[in-house]
């Protein structure tokens, strides 16, 4: 599997349940490559991969909302943005920033033009940049975004990527979100906590990834440590919480008995202090 399937797979995930997810744009991303390959995930790895990642939207769904409406608008600067749909749901005063690959972000762009113009989405002011975020320094990164940023506060995401990257990466990515922002901004970022490599369903995630390996597309396998996002130079820990938590939010109908059952990630956002 490449990283750039992963994309595609979540997007998927999130129209599956968009009463859940809030997301009702993913849907355009839906395609029958991805739908074929979902039963195989689902059988080998987990069911309620679909719903964990619909709730996991939801979280940063509702945060960025409230964050936005209090601000009258600013820029949600997305890293690894896959085929987040995020800024069609939220007011025009919203800019965006999308951050991801060049094969992701050359499509994501074709299509997403094409779509405004057939109205399928309505109009935002999305800026695309393409960097691999292993290949560039916190300077470069900074010089690339800095200029972009033209509606303060700022929103950090960073979803679904921090398993992707190794921890030097991950440091890196914290010194140039310590640059771009000012205090009172946030970032929202989601990681597997390493006690979720004891379980077995983690195990089976894993075993998906390696026999489904694609050699040119190698990957870290990253889970970082609670203590961690509590000590990250520049920022304060505000809130944090897992999907298993917010399942008895937004999808009571869904019986998880125990975390250790799911593929349970973990969600925090964090603050730039003064
Ligand atoms: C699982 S997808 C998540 C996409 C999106 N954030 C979401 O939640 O729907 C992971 C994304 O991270 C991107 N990514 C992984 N490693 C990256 C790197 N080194 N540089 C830039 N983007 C990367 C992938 O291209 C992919 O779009």
Redesign the pocket.
């Known amino acids: 599997m490449q990283?750039?399937e992963?994309?595609f797979i979540?997007?998927t995930y999130r129209s599956y349940h968009e009463n859940v997810s809030k997301d009702i744009y993913a849907k355009l991303w839906n395609n029958p490559e991805t739908e074929a390959l979902i039963p195989s995930i689902t059988d080998s790895i987990s069911k309620d991969e679909a719903i964990l990642h619909s709730l996991r939207n939801r979280f940063f769904y509702e945060r960025m909302r409230s964050f936005f409406e209090k601000h009258n608008g600013g820029t949600l600067i997305?890293f690894?943005?896959?085929?987040?749909m995020y800024q069609f749901s939220f007011d025009d005063s919203v800019s965006t920033i999308e951050?991801?690959?060049k094969d992701?972000i050359d499509y994501k762009k074709e299509k997403v033009d094409h779509w405004t113009k057939e109205g399928k989405l309505p109009p935002r002011d999305v800026r695309y940049v393409a960097?691999?975020?292993?290949q560039n320094t916190t300077e470069k990164i900074v010089e690339i975004l800095q200029p972009l940023i033209n509606k303060e506060p700022t929103f950090i995401l960073i979803?679904?990527?921090f398993f992707?990257?190794d921890r030097k990466?991950t440091n890196t990515l914290f010194q140039v979100f310590k640059k771009l922002q000012k205090p009172g901004d946030l970032v929202g970022c989601v990681t597997y906590l390493p006690e979720v490599e004891d379980t077995p369903v983690y195990h089976r995630l894993l075993h998906y990834f390696d026999s489904n390996n694609d050699t040119n597309d190698s990957?870290s396998h990253q889970t970082i440590e609670h203590s961690y996002f509590q000590n990250i130079d520049g920022y304060s820990l505000q809130e944090n919480t897992d999907e298993f938590e917010l399942s008895k939010i937004y999808a009571s109908n869904i019986e998880i008995t125990d975390k250790s059952d799911i593929l349970n990630e973990t969600m925090y956002v964090l603050e730039r202090k003064a």
């Open positions: 990283i750039h992963t994309a979540v997007s997305n690894g943005s896959g085929f987040s951050i991801d690959k992701i960097v691999d975020f292993n979803e679904g990527v992707f990257l990466t990957f």
